[in-house]
Structures are given as C-alpha cells and as structure tokens.
C-alpha cells in the first residue's frame, strides 16, 4: 500500500527574479524587493504576463499512481518530465491504497459523484486480491521464467506507483496547481496539485509570486488551458 508523495528538490530564484525580468524593459534593476515590486508583480499576474514568471524555476520529486502521472504529463508547456522506466526497473511494484471508492456521477463530463461506496464493502477486498495476484505473476514472469520486464511490466494495473522528476517554471506550475486544484478535476490529481501549492506557498521568497499566479483570472488559465 502506498500514498502520494511530492517532494520539493531544487528552486531557482524568488520574487525579486520575477520584477528584474519585467523591468529590464527599461533597463531597470532592483537589488532588494520593494512595495512597488510586490505591486508589479500583482499586476502581471492579473493582465497575464507570463514571462517574467518563467525566469523562476522549480525541481519535484513526485510519486502518484499510473492513473494520476497520465493526466499530469498532458501538461507541456514550460516543463520536464523524466520518470522511472519499468523497462529497466524490476523491483516489487508498489500499489495505490485508495481511501474510499466514489460513485460514478450521472454526468459523465464529472468523473464521479460525492456519493462513495460504504468502506466494508467487498470490493476493497476485491481490489487488494486483484493487486495481489498481478504483482505474484510479474514476479513469477520476471524472476522464475526470466522474462524482460519491459515485457512482464504489461501485467501491472494503472494503480501501480510511478515517481518521476518534474521541472519547470513558476507560471507553468500555477497553471497545473490552479487546473488540477479545481473542484472538476479528479480528486486524486487535486491531491497531487494541493500538495504542489503547500511546498511552494511555504517558500518565503516566492510568496508574492506564487499567491498572485494563484489568483489569476479564469481567462488567463484559458490562454494557457490544459485538459482536466
């Protein structure tokens, strides 16, 4: 059973980054962060300057099951991706544990509904019995009859725990955090995206930064979409 993780591992510049690169318009250079710079910074965010907030980057460790890592890779722009490859690593396969089960919504543009399923039920007995059995028959095809993992890795289900390296800059992971935070995207992304907000929200040199990209308006995510 596992959970998801989101480690910060590297950071690159702050909010003084951010005025600098805005004002170099006019050849202008601040040493220290001043209210006007805060003000600016404000001001770029809310009319959707993006740029200078690409000068800012950021470095996650991320750890998600399959299911949740295929959605978040859909978003490209202004970021890396590099992740563990099953066709090399062959050890034992890590599985999500989901809290609860919810009910398919009647919408089917919402993935589920706020209805979920009573925790005794057999299905979480199910699960854990599917799970089971695909790690006990990548084992056997991996260590008894030799099989490459690149192949054997075809029996691991979706809920398998994957880790990855993601890099990019500021502005490309408010777009995520601000998408996959909304209460339409899937709960488990949001997981991802809220845990993304906590370690940056933190970071005293990029509060300014971060909390006017975070209130960006609808229009701006528009400009920039990514599926949910």
């Known amino acids: 059973m596992s959970s998801v993780e989101v480690e910060l591992l590297n950071s690159m510049g702050n909010d003084l980054t951010v005025a600098n690169a805005a004002r170099v318009s ?7 962060l001043t209210e006007g710079d805060v003000r600016l910074i404000k001001y770029l965010a809310k009319h959707n300057h ?10 996650f460790r991320i750890k998600a099951p399959v299911f949740v890592a295929r959605q978040l890779v859909k978003h490209q722009v202004g970021l890396v991706w590099n992740e563990v490859s ?6 034992a396969p890590e599985f999500y544990n ?4 919810r009910i398919r919504a009647d919408d089917k543009k919402q993935g589920s509904s706020d209805e979920v399923l009573e925790r005794d039920s057999l299905v979480f007995m199910e699960y854990w019995d599917l799970m089971t059995q695909a790690e ?7 260590e008894e009859k030799k099989i ?3 192949q054997a890795r075809m029996v691991l289900p979706q809920s398998m725990m994957t880790e990855w390296y993601w890099t990019g800059s500021l502005a490309a992971f408010a777009r ?3 998408l996959r935070s909304a209460p339409d995207a899937q709960l488990e992304c949001r997981l991802v995206a809220n845990l993304i907000d906590e370690k940056v929200s ?4 990029l509060m300014s930064s971060w909390d006017a990209l975070k209130q960006a308006t609808p229009a701006a995510k528009e400009k920039h979409g990514e599926e949910t």
């Open 26 to 32: 006019f050849q202008k250079h601040h040493k220290t």
């Open 50 to 59: 993006w740029t200078p907030f690409g000068h800012v980057q950021l470095q």
């Open 86 to 91: 099953r066709r090399y690593v062959d050890d």
């Open 98 to 101: 989901p809290e609860l089960w």
């Open 136 to 142: 006990k028959l990548y084992n056997h095809m991996v």
């Open 148 to 150: 490459a993992p690149e």
């Open 176 to 178: 995520v955090v601000n």
């Open 202 to 205: 933190s970071m005293i040199p």
